[in-house]
């Protein structure tokens, strides 16, 4: 058993993060190297992920980037093998990579078609990366660490995986569209799979849901998001570090087929 001090410490530890050039995995990236374990940061965005790495000046020797596409069989197969190659083992899988439909300053996109014109195309697309997406990334981890004969795995879905969007919250005729519902319930389902399946194997897998964080979002709907929350506010960035380093570490070894929820309250009620 660890020291208490020792127990969320990831020395040793490979850890490979998609989704590293988004908003959480970026974060998570920076968290994890801070708990001492070795990172591979991967994203379809590879010019993003490199640019994190720059910013990290010092710290940089325990940390690689890579470029995936997880919609591609092929070429996750390649980055779990690059990884495994370059860092000699895969510990522990984060899959933060998903397509996640933003309402902040920073992305005054294109939500307003209705749920009765929703583009198949796209219904088709985002199910690609937020399901399937994950399927592979769990299935190329899960070879390496059935091969090691241990892992851990943690799969990122969201409230909406649980309850569905408040569409009062996103004004002005714009909706959280019906995949993203969908994909992070779906989630959640293979979450629990994927536990089962690895029955009575030292190969655990657990989700990780959080609420809405806060980041440059339109006084507005911050304030119609909070009053929608038991806490009254949107998250900090910061607020999922703990629940991360929790799951990545041995203080959740009891854990499997679980869904973390860090969420200010929002589903409570
Ligand atoms: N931000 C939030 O408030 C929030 C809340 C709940 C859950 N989540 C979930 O957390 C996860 C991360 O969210 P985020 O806010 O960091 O999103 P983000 O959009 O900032 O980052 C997602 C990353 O995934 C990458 N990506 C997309 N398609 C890819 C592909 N085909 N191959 C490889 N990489 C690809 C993007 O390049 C991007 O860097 C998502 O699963 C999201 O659904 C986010």
């Keep these: ?53 720059e910013g990290l000046g010092e710290n940089k020797t325990r940390i690689s980037g890579f470029e995936v596409d997880i919609t591609s069989s092929s070429s996750v197969q390649k980055l779990v093998e690059q990884v495994h190659a370059e860092f000699g083992a895969l510990d522990v899988l984060v899959h933060c990579a998903a397509l996640d439909p933003k309402f902040d300053q920073d992305h005054k996109n294109n939500h307003h078609v209705s749920f009765e014109d929703f ?79 690895y029955a009575n194997s030292s190969i655990r897998i657990n989700a990780l849901s959080p609420g809405g964080i806060y980041n440059n979002h339109d006084k507005e709907f911050d304030e119609a998001y909070s009053s929608r929350s038991i806490m009254g506010r949107m998250a900090d960035i910061s607020e999922l570090d703990g629940a991360l380093l929790f799951l990545a570490s041995d203080a959740s070894s009891y854990m499997t087929g679980a869904n973390l929820v860090v969420d200010g309250g929002w589903t409570a009620w």
């Design 119 to 197: 583009p198949l195309e796209m219904w088709q697309q985002a199910l690609d990366v937020n399901l399937t997406g994950a399927f592979l990334c769990v299935q190329e981890a899960a070879r390496v660490m059935k091969a090691q004969g241990k892992g851990n795995i943690i799969l990122i879905s969201s409230i909406y995986g649980m309850v569905a969007p408040d569409q009062r919250l996103y004004q002005a005729g714009s909706f959280k569209p019906p995949y993203y519902s969908v994909s992070k319930a779906g989630i959640l389902g293979l979450t629990r799979y994927v536990a089962a399946y």
């Design 1 to 53: 058993m660890s020291a208490v001090e020792d127990i969320f410490d990831l020395k040793e530890k490979v850890v490979l993060v998609t989704g590293a050039a988004g908003l959480i995995g970026s974060r998570f990236c920076k968290v994890l190297l801070g708990a001492h374990a070795s990172v591979a940061a991967a994203d379809l965005n590879v010019q993003k992920v490199n640019g994190m790495l």
